[in-house]
């Protein structure tokens, strides 16, 4: 009898510490995983600058260029200017959404923001044989933080036109609005996705972007970081929306947006 009894206490004994070893692993586990979360935030916001960073570069070199063209330097100083401080709310804006805090929304006309979005790419796109089509009624609002709409508009922008590259093609933003939603819509007539990569398109590190057109989470990564249309999926679902894919090898992209519209707009209500 005491002998069960001892064998009892040794068992209770080796399944507490296998509890106290499980639980100390979860922990640990927690911890990585928000190192992990850390890493990714900030290889995200990396990504983001760095879409600032060339245009930035461009609008200089054209002022350092054309010393003596004042008109041309003025504007280009402007442009600079104009980025410098777009990058800096968007530093803000995608702290804050890394660290979880409410920003506010706000009642926003589509068209002016994909208008800005050209003009911070600093890139004339018939120059790369791709003619841009935009259906935007120009009283269409979208109820959203400005900044980080605009940077899901430009990953996609810049997505399409390196999938169009280098053939050329059409590239297509349109929008409308239902009583309850807002669809946005980018497609592309370039190179298409291929099936089997579909449903990682929106994870993080997983790129379309190889010499071969393959995608893929660990390497091949010299073309793109796999990180864009993750932080598109990041933002769009902070303000509760979707976004998602459509494509076929040769035949382009279509990716759409949807973000609800507020039920009373200008009651001073923030996301």
């Not at 995200?44 to 760095?50: L, S």
């Amino acid at each position: 009898m005491t002998s069960i009894i001892e064998k009892r206490v040794s068992l209770h004994r080796d399944l507490a510490n296998q509890q106290q070893q499980n639980d100390a692993l979860k922990a640990q586990v927690l911890q990585l995983q928000s190192l992990a979360n850390i890493g990714t935030a900030v290889y995200m916001i990396a990504h983001e600058i760095n879409n600032l960073l060339t245009p930035l570069a461009n609008y200089a070199a054209l002022a350092l260029e054309n010393p003596d063209d004042k008109s041309l330097t003025d504007k280009a100083l402007r442009k600079t200017l104009q980025n410098c401080r777009r990058a800096a709310k968007m530093m803000e804006s995608m702290l804050a959404m890394v660290n979880g805090r409410r920003q506010e929304k706000e009642n926003v006309p589509l068209a002016a923001l994909v208008e800005d979005v050209f003009a911070c790419l600093c890139r004339d796109f018939a120059k790369d044989g791709i003619t841009v089509e935009i259906q935007i009624p120009q009283d269409l609002t979208v109820w959203a933080v400005p900044v980080q709409i605009q940077h899901v508009i430009m990953n996609l922008i810049l997505n399409a036109r390196h999938a169009m590259l280098p053939r050329g093609g059409v590239l297509t933003i349109r929008a409308s609005q239902a009583t309850d939603v807002t669809h946005i819509e980018v497609a592309d007539t370039g190179s298409g996705i291929e099936p089997a990569d579909l449903p990682y398109i929106f994870e993080s590190f997983f790129t379309t972007k190889r010499p071969e057109g393959r995608g893929t989470r660990d390497e091949g990564r010299e073309l793109g970081c796999g990180l864009g249309l993750a932080f598109c999926k990041k933002v769009i679902d902070a303000h509760d929306g979707c976004i998602s894919v459509e494509s076929q090898p040769g035949q382009g992209s279509k990716f759409r947006v949807t973000l609800p519209r507020p039920q009373q707009v200008g009651n001073g209500s923030s996301g």
